[in-house]
Each structure stands twice: as C-alpha cells, then as structure tokens.
C-alpha cells in the first residue's frame, strides 16, 4: 500500500505546477484525498481535499480560487492543480487518503490512514 506524490519543482510566482498522487496496492474508489503542505519550521496545514465520491471539495482560505483538487478513477490519482503559485505557497506537499465513510474532518490530519512523501514545490524568482 503506497502513495506516490510527484510533480514538484521551482517555478517563479505567477506560474503554475500539477501535483499528482498515485496509489497503489489499493483503490482509492471509496477514499477521501487530501493534500496537505509543510513549510521548514512550520506545522504541516491542510491545503484541499476531496471527498471520496468526488462530489465535495474543500479548500484553505489561502489557496481558494488558485489550486483545483481533483481525481481520476480509472487511473487512481489524485491531482492538484495549482495557479497563480505565490513565493508563500513554497513547501513540501503531501497527499494523503482517507477512509470515505470516516465521518472525521478532511482537515485534521490524523483523519488520514495513508500518507505519501512529499513533493517539494518552491516558488521564487
């Protein structure tokens, strides 16, 4: 059982990155996804997830109208799409799936049974 994020890299503020989260060794037909972002010496925060039928989606105030979570059934990925990308928005991201039936919230966390390592994104010029 294996998340597989990717898609990071440096990009200069304004431009856009797609982060993808690959499982393996399970469906995610019947999880939520998550991402979440780490910046050095700050708490890991949540960024967007989606529920797992699709249907919902949630994101932080902070990337709001910028970033589009989204996911693909057939090949079992997540995505992140992420515009307008802003020298604060530089961090390791995280993708992370949660059982869909958890009535837990999408922002917390330990709500999440799989984690992926992260990708690193870095916004600068």
């Known amino acids: 059982v294996q998340l597989q994020a990717s898609g990071g890299g440096l990009v200069q503020p304004g431009e856009s990155l797609r982060l993808s989260c690959v499982a393996s060794?399970?469906?995610?037909?019947?999880?939520?996804i998550g991402w979440f972002r780490q910046a050095p010496g700050k708490e890991r925060e949540f960024v967007s997830a989606?529920?797992?039928?699709?249907?919902?989606?949630y994101y932080s105030d902070s990337v709001k109208g910028r970033f589009t979570i989204s996911r693909d059934r057939a090949s079992n990925t997540g995505y992140l799409q992420m515009n307008s990308l802003k020298p604060e928005d530089t961090a390791a991201y995280y993708c992370?799936?949660?059982?869909?039936?958890?009535?837990?919230?999408?922002?917390?966390?330990?709500?999440?049974?799989?984690w992926g390592q992260g990708t690193q994104v870095t916004v600068s010029s």
């Open positions: 060794g399970f469906s995610l037909d019947y999880y939520a």
């Open positions: 992370a799936a949660r059982t869909g039936t958890s009535r837990r919230s999408f922002y917390d966390l330990s709500a999440y049974d799989y």
């Open positions: 989606i529920a797992w039928y699709g249907g919902s989606t």
